[in-house]
């Protein structure tokens, strides 16, 4: 379940937070150049805002490597409590 969450944090990570290098090293106050891809999904692509694990097809991938351990942790929670609910049962009928 810790990996699982590692993972949908990672990926929040990379989809929302704005990343790029400031305008000015000296102004704390300075935006970054990029927006995260789920903020601006159709931003301009140079050679700024070029970042491997931001482009979709990537971001893409580590969603399907996400979703596959979801799948398996809900089931191993869901088939520990059926077992908890059937020795319950068992236990007052």
């Known amino acids: 379940m810790l990996i ?3 993972m949908w944090g ?3 990570v990379l989809m929302l937070s704005s990343y790029g290098p400031d ?3 000296w102004d704390s106050a300075a935006e970054p150049r990029c ?3 789920l903020l601006a999904p159709f931003q ?3 050679s700024v805002c070029h970042s491997e694990l931001r482009q979709w097809p990537a971001l893409l ?3 399907a490597l996400a979703v596959i351990p979801t ?3 809900a089931v191993t929670v869901y088939t520990k409590l059926l077992s908890r609910l059937a020795t319950t049962l ?3 009928g």
Do not use: Q
């Open 71 to 73: 799948i398996a942790a």
């Open 10 to 12: 990672v990926l929040a």
């Open 35 to 37: 927006k995260g891809p």
């Open 4 to 6: 699982v969450m590692v």
């Open 23 to 25: 305008a000015s090293s």
């Open 90 to 92: 068992g236990n007052s």
């Open 44 to 46: 301009r692509d140079s």
């Open 61 to 63: 991938g580590f969603l």
